[in-house]
């Protein structure tokens, strides 16, 4: 049986704006050739929009669906699908740093965290036997990721920690158990662990060198897959502008940068006369862009076409 033919997908995140940019105001982009003349052959097709208090961003919950991933926002199992686990519940740990105010708790860009190989392995080591009392196992992969595996992980509701750092930190924003033992487990578990890093050389040495100790773990992406989900290799995604720009010229060079890197291959099928789709995703919203097919389609779409300063008003 042939396999179905599916179209070239990208997602851009775009949800960071410029420090001192004024909400609603948006910098002026550059001539971006490429996004231009893809939106001259295309239009508007969905329109994805996103709660404030949603636990995942819009473009966290259009990736979702582009990949066929199942479960609500908040309950989408990325750790398994991401690792290709099935059947064992799995989270992603995020050390991190939790600026507390006098009026509200934060989350820290982790940029600014900036934490070392070295130091994740040595906080994952200490963390490591607390969390195997828990039934939990964990796995180093990145600084700033670790793959956590065990039944208390399974039915949870978590935020990502890209909507966390959008606002301050709210009950709503933490951990959902399914059932009131298991939230009590969790509770302490998180108590415990901040506890122990409170303790931890390395945090000790960060503070002597005047940087940011790490004083809790985010859990998110938890749940388990009860059948694999391939990753479509047709979906793309480029998420440099996730992490706010230094500048406002930084910001327009990410976007040049996007243009000639990232578009690129999208035009260049879509100039071969295959569909592609390209979704634009912001704070609030994500739009999916289609190629528009047929003489009326096209002729109709010259009359009218894209801009895309009108749509990244809506994001």
Same mark, same amino acid.
């Given at each position: ?134 039934? #939990? %196992?964990?796995?180093? &992969? ?5 793959? @956590? /595996? +065990?039944?208390? $992980? =399974?039915? *949870? ?11 301050? #930190? %709210?009950?709503?924003? &933490? ?5 009131? @033992? /298991? +939230?009590?487990? $969790? =509770?302490? *578990? ?126």
């Amino acid at each position: 049986m042939p396999v179905p033919f599916e179209p070239l997908h990208l997602l851009i995140a775009d949800t960071a704006l410029p420090p001192g940019t004024p909400a609603p105001s948006l910098p002026e982009l550059p001539p971006l050739p490429k996004l231009q003349a893809l939106l001259a052959r295309m239009r508007l097709q969905t329109t994805l929009e996103v709660d404030e208090d949603s636990p995942a961003t819009p473009f966290e919950q259009a990736l979702a669906r582009a990949h066929g991933l199942p479960g609500a926002p908040g309950r989408v199992a990325w750790a398994a699908f991401e690792t290709g686990t099935v059947g064992t519940p799995c989270a992603w740990l995020r050390p991190c740093h939790w600026q507390v105010g006098m009026d509200q708790v934060s989350l820290l860009e982790p940029s600014e965290l900036a934490l070392s190989e070295a130091e994740s392995r040595a906080l994952l080591a200490a963390l490591q036997p607390l969390l195997q009392d828990d039934g #939990l %196992t964990l796995r180093y &992969l990145a600084p700033d990721r670790w793959l @956590a /595996q +065990g039944e208390l $992980l =399974r039915d *949870l509701g978590t935020a990502s920690m890209a909507r966390a750092l959008q606002q301050p #930190l %709210t009950r709503e924003l &933490l951990t959902v158990a399914p059932d009131p @033992a /298991q +939230g009590a487990r $969790l =509770r302490r *578990l998180q108590g415990e662990l901040e506890m122990l890093l409170y303790l931890q050389p390395v945090n000790d040495a960060r503070e002597a060198a005047r940087r940011y100790p790490v004083n809790a773990v985010w859990i998110e992406g938890a749940g388990a897959l009860d059948a694999p989900v391939p990753i479509r290799p047709n979906v793309r995604t480029d998420t440099r502008l996730q992490t706010p720009p230094a500048s406002t010229a930084d910001y327009l060079r990410a976007w040049q940068a996007i243009d000639a890197e990232a578009l690129a291959p999208l035009l260049a099928a879509q100039r071969t006369g295959a569909k592609v789709e390209l979704t634009l995703c912001g704070a609030r919203r994500a739009l999916t862009l289609t190629t528009v097919r047929g003489l009326l389609p096209g002729f109709m779409n010259k009359m009218h076409p894209l801009r895309l300063s009108h749509l990244r008003n809506q994001l």
